[in-house]
């Protein structure tokens, strides 16, 4: 089946500092996208990136991220973490070769703590 | 204003009861799913649906069932409770090949 691995499940960094959040998958499916999603505090999860194109960095609120499929990855980076950053960040994919193109699959999630 | 609604925020039950899950959406979206977030489990899919179609259901129990009566609803019905189905779930939205937009959730305690 379908996965989406996120290695690290607490990320901590210093406010002013680059963050990165890892994020591998395997998958059948052959004509894919790709998101971030952000969920800060009891709220619901919001779309922060999204990417169907190999090797095209895609960008929104500081937040950057390229789909790299010869190495099956979709990284999430920052140049300056922000306190205001601090949530759960979820990599998503989902197959672009039906109608069910709303149906994801996340990963575990990564915790982000910016600190001060 | 939020525009997936989702009712009640939060909900109660004792084990072995019934829980209907409200959900309706004001976008205009003709696709609607339902995922669940729970302690040990990441944001996982439960079900959509495309124009009131059952397009797939990746839940194991038949416990959990979608209702569609209007094209903007898909409520969740969840029979014989159990503290395992203790989650947060999440009513979801979005047009064909977009990103599904997720409502503020229901927070389900069985005890």
């Known amino acids: 089946g379908d996965s989406v691995t996120q290695t690290e499940g607490l990320v901590t960094v210093t406010e002013g500092l680059p963050v990165k959040l890892n994020c591998t998958y395997q998958t059948t499916y052959l004509t894919i996208a790709f998101f971030w999603y952000v969920q800060y505090l009891n709220e619901a999860p919001q779309v922060l990136l999204k990417?169907?194109?190999?090797?095209k960095r895609t960008e929104h609120q500081g937040f950057h991220a390229t789909l790299h499929k010869s190495s099956s990855s979709f990284h999430l980076q920052k140049s300056s973490a922000q306190l205001s950053d601090s949530a759960l960040y979820y990599c998503?994919?989902?197959?672009?070769?039906?109608?069910?193109?709303?149906?994801?699959?996340f990963g575990h999630g990564t915790i982000l703590r910016v600190h001060p | 204003d939020p525009k997936i609604i989702q009712k009640p925020k939060y909900l109660v039950a004792v084990t072995g009861s019934e829980k209907i899950l409200i959900c309706e959406q004001y976008l205009g979206h003709n696709a609607m799913y339902w995922y669940r977030q729970s302690a040990k489990k990441p944001l996982e899919f439960m079900f959509s649906y495309s124009y009131q179609k059952l397009m797939d259901n990746q839940t194991a129990s038949s416990r959990f069932q979608p209702q569609s009566s209007k094209k903007n609803h898909l409520d969740l019905q969840i029979t014989a409770l159990k503290p395992d189905d203790s989650a947060t779930y999440f009513c979801?939205?979005?047009?064909?090949?977009?990103?599904?937009?997720f409502g503020e959730g229901t927070r389900l305690s069985v005890l």
């Open positions: 998503a994919l989902s197959d672009r070769t039906g109608a069910n193109t709303g149906k994801l699959t």
């Open positions: 979801a939205s979005s047009p064909t090949n977009q990103a599904p937009l």
């Open positions: 990417s169907s194109t190999d090797n």
